[in-house]
């Protein structure tokens, strides 16, 4: 099912997320950038019009290139919330355009949070991942395995458990896959999207009432005493190659012999795409870490005068690894740095970043926020090193110590350095 607008992805008892196709002419030179806003409904007749400006929005994010946005600290409203996105320009700051400029939601309704009750009740995320095992049975597809843990809280009231999923393109809503499922683990075959899918789960109880699956448009539970969705799964399959033999369910692209353990360290990243080139260029999370055994994390920020003393002999040692590296690469070590900013603004990290010869998490990513906290930054500058093919800690933080790639070479089985 597609919709033309704003859709419901998740929400909680404090937070929405919400999703929305594509607006205007997108490229690869230039992509696309949205303004994104919201407000709470004032009444049960609001319509998520801002008329004379008597109804203001408040910006969320002024400059985003993800379809994706998550609104934190959401109180009150017993109404819910209007949220509304537009094409950025030159006003992209500003929040009186009219309302023919923005992009509403396609229920026409506003975006409800849970009760902390709803809240309580719900079940973990399912766990998903490609089986690379099983053959899909349609050509260029994929199959993904969903499991979950059994649902304690209903005792013998439950009956099994209904499943949904959505393809994650900004446009695709929420589908039942199954309505009773009696088991706790299902294999979705026939799955082609490049851009990959998430599912989610809830019980099903014996004497359920005034639940209604329309209900599903606005919020993550179905109304009466049906216990809500869990949240969203991790993306699964979003860097999936489709099989080019017929009848082939082909392997997931991932990097070369990378855990996922380092994958997870940055789910839910935009598109599965980091900043390259000062921010002019993105690669793929399938090709960023693709044969590196040293990953590093590189937590900094442009207002931090140590940081900025740091940076320096950082991109001079990056440059010195990556030259002994292309000079033999069979007998030595390979690097990426990773750009995790604690910058304050969008523009301080852009003008930061773009000195930098390394990938970088985008700022306006709410992966960005998750990777800090990870890695338990309390100051910076802060160079966390981690084993490119296990995503095992090797070094919390080297800052302070000598940028050796000898030492760091040791750190994953002591390869020869020339």
């Known amino acids: 099912m597609n919709n033309e607008g704003i859709i419901l992805v998740d929400a ?4 929405i997320t919400v999703t929305w196709p594509p607006i205007g002419k997108v490229s690869a030179s230039s992509p696309a950038r949205y303004s994104i806003q919201f407000r709470p409904s004032t009444s049960a007749t609001d319509n998520g019009i801002d008329s004379g400006a008597s109804l203001m929005y408040t910006s ?7 379809t994706t946005a998550r609104k934190k600290n959401l109180t009150g409203a017993g109404h819910g919330f209007w949220f509304r996105v537009s094409a950025a320009t030159k006003s992209k700051t500003r929040v009186d355009k009219t309302s023919m400029e923005y992009v509403g939601h396609a229920c026409r309704r506003p975006f409800t949070v849970l009760t902390m009750m709803e809240q309580s009740r719900r079940m973990k995320p399912p766990s998903c991942k490609v089986d690379q095992t099983i053959a899909s049975p349609t050509p260029n597809s994929y199959v993904a395995h969903v499991s979950w843990k059994t649902y304690e ?5 439950v ?8 393809e994650n393109d900004g446009a695709s809503a ?6 009773l499922l009696s088991g706790t683990e299902v294999k979705k075959k026939n799955l082609t999207s490049s851009k990959g899918y998430m599912f989610r789960v809830r019980p099903v109880l014996r004497g359920e009432t005034g639940g209604r699956e329309t209900n599903l448009e606005t919020s993550v539970c179905e109304g009466g005493n049906v216990v809500p969705f869990s949240c969203a799964s991790d993306l699964v399959g979003g860097a999936a190659k489709k099989s080019s033999g017929g009848g082939g369910g082909g392997s997931a692209s991932r990097p070369n012999g990378a855990s996922d353990d380092l994958l997870n360290v940055f789910k839910k990243l935009p598109k599965d795409e980091l900043l390259a080139r000062g921010g002019m260029e993105r690669v793929s999370l399938a090709s960023a870490f693709d044969g590196v055994d040293l990953v590093m994390l590189y937590a900094s920020a442009h207002w931090c005068p140590p940081c900025r003393k740091y940076t320096p002999e950082l991109i001079q040692f990056y440059k010195d690894a990556k030259r002994v590296h292309k000079n033999d690469p069979k007998r030595t070590t390979s690097i990426e740095i990773v750009f995790v900013s604690a910058d304050h603004d969008v523009n301080g990290f852009r003008n930061y970043y773009s000195s930098m010869p390394w990938l970088a998490v985008p700022y306006d990513a709410e992966t960005r926020e998750r990777v800090l ?6 100051g910076v500058p802060k160079l966390m090193v981690l084993d490119g093919k296990t995503g095992k800690i090797l070094e919390s933080n080297s800052v302070g110590r000598t940028l050796d790639l000898a030492r760091f070479s040791k750190m994953v089985g002591g390869m020869k350095m020339i």
Not at 12 to 15: A, K, L, R, T, V
Not at 153 to 157: A, M, N, R, S, V
Not at 159 to 166: A, D, H, I, P, T
Not at 373 to 378: C, D, I, L, Q
């Open 60 to 66: 969320l994010l002024t400059d985003s290139t993800s």
């Open 174 to 179: 929420w589908t039942t896959v199954a309505p």
């Open 373 to 378: 906290s990870w890695m338990k930054v309390t």
């Open 153 to 157: 809280d209903g005792g013998d009231e």
């Open 12 to 15: 909680d008892d404090e937070s």
């Open 159 to 166: 009956l099994g458990y209904k499943l949904q999923m959505r």
